[in-house]
Nanobody, 119 residues
Framework: QVQLVESGGGLVQPGGSLRLSCAAS????????MSWYRQAPGKERELVAG????????NYADSVKGRFTISRDNAKNTVYLQMNSLKPEDTAVYYC????????????WGQGTQVTVSS
């Protein structure tokens, strides 16, 4: 069955770094665009970063530009989110998302990983 399993979340001090990973299985990873979303308490889920199938097109939310880097390894069926210079406002549950639109939309969500930025 389809699985997206995030890892790498945790508690970090402001200014610190974390690297999130999302391991995919059960579908052809290289055919899907991959994204990271986040949801803070009381707020709507928002797009953090996205990367196309071959990694050629990448986009970021303005709030994370210059601090976060999304990448993917199609050989390992894994997408990453390197987060540097973390701020308390980055605190949220981070979700991995896979999407393909070919005649119909196919999409999958991971279960999320908690990131807490606090001193």
């Amino acid at each position: 069955q389809v699985q997206l399993v995030e890892s790498g979340g945790g508690l970090v001090q402001p200014g610190g770094s974390l690297r999130l990973s999302c391991a995919a299985s059960g579908f052809t990873f290289s055919n899907y665009a991959m994204s990271w979303y986040r949801q803070a308490p009381g707020k709507e889920r928002e797009l953090v970063a996205g990367i196309r199938r071959a990694g050629g097109i990448i986009n970021y939310a303005d709030s994370v530009k210059g601090r976060f880097t999304i990448s993917r390894d199609n050989a390992k069926n894994t997408v990453y989110l390197q987060m540097n210079s973390l701020k308390p406002e980055d605190t949220a549950v981070y979700y991995c998302y896979a999407e393909k639109v070919v005649l119909a939309k196919y999409d999958y969500w991971g279960q999320g990983t908690q990131v807490t930025v606090s001193s």
